[in-house]
């Protein structure tokens, strides 16, 4: 019953910056586990950030640490992911996911996933 929409993505020359978003409806609780993936071709999926919505706490993964912000507006039930310097390596399909049980981690199985949103480094 839970639906999650990405939206944001597109092309951007090295060093730009993009927003994405994702919209969740349907959720019981408020207090879960927010995060976004990404996965580029001929590479696995890679958790990028998570962030637990009970307490703003966040995580995210070396490759983007001090360049990306996830973070949410619970008014809106959205989950933004703030990505600046990008860089081509950066280029991928971005997902978001939540997860419904502790513990609050990129290496935890999550329970329901968006569609992706395309996004291009030059």
């Known amino acids: 019953q839970v639906q999650l929409v990405e939206s944001g993505g597109g092309s951007v020359q090295a060093g730009g910056s993009l927003r994405l978003s994702c919209a969740a409806s349907g959720y019981t609780y408020n207090r879960n586990c927010m995060a976004w993936f990404r996965q580029a071709p001929g590479k696995e999926r890679e958790g990028v950030a998570r962030i637990y919505t009970g307490s703003s706490n966040t995580y995210y993964a070396d490759s983007v640490k001090g360049r990306f912000t996830i973070s949410q507006d619970n008014a809106k039930n959205t989950v933004y992911l703030q990505m600046n310097s990008l860089e081509p390596e950066d280029t991928a399909m971005y997902y978001c996911?939540?997860?419904?049980?502790?513990?609050?981690?990129?290496?935890?199985?999550?329970?329901?996933w968006g569609q992706g949103t395309q996004v291009t480094v030059s």
């Open positions: 996911a939540a997860r419904y049980y502790r513990p609050c981690g990129l290496h935890y199985g999550f329970n329901n």
